[in-house]
């Protein structure tokens, strides 16, 4: 049996007291190319999501969070199936700012090369992130949020047992 997903992974939206958005750039020295994107990335065996945003963001910033809300999810067709990432808004709640590294790459392949703050403006200058939607429809979200219903629910399977 094949896969439902080809990947199922995360990204975190985290806004700073300054309305700064916090991004990591990815450098693949390799491929020749970086970019700025959300902190984030795959689920391990067996881990909720929400979990995994948690582990992505200390992994990456240093940074303690707790997930706030899901935003939204994107699937995505790519050359190696389907794509299934969940976005979520979360909220320092400890560390200090540093950047980290990636555990699927040793010391001298790491992928991760900057972590900081960025204003909108900011954002709009940069000539490669992602998700594009940072750069306008994000900030309009985030003006109009107001979290009435969670639509999340994190809960163990039963399954089909008793």
Known sequence: MEHLFSHIGVRVFIVD??????????????????????????????????????????????????????????EEKTECGLRCTNYFLGEVTGGEINLGMDPEFDEDNQVLSDVRYFTQDEIKDLCRVYPEIIKDEFWDTLEDYMPKYKIWRKRPSKGFGK
Request: charged share 30%.
């Open 17 to 74: 007291q300054q309305n700064r958005l916090l991004l990591v750039k990815h450098t693949v020295t390799n491929e020749d190319t970086e970019f700025w994107i959300l902190p984030g990335g795959g689920l391990e065996e067996n881990e909720y999501s929400w979990d995994a945003a948690i582990r992505e963001v200390k992994e990456e910033t240093n940074l303690d969070i707790k997930v706030v809300d899901l935003l939204y999810t994107l």
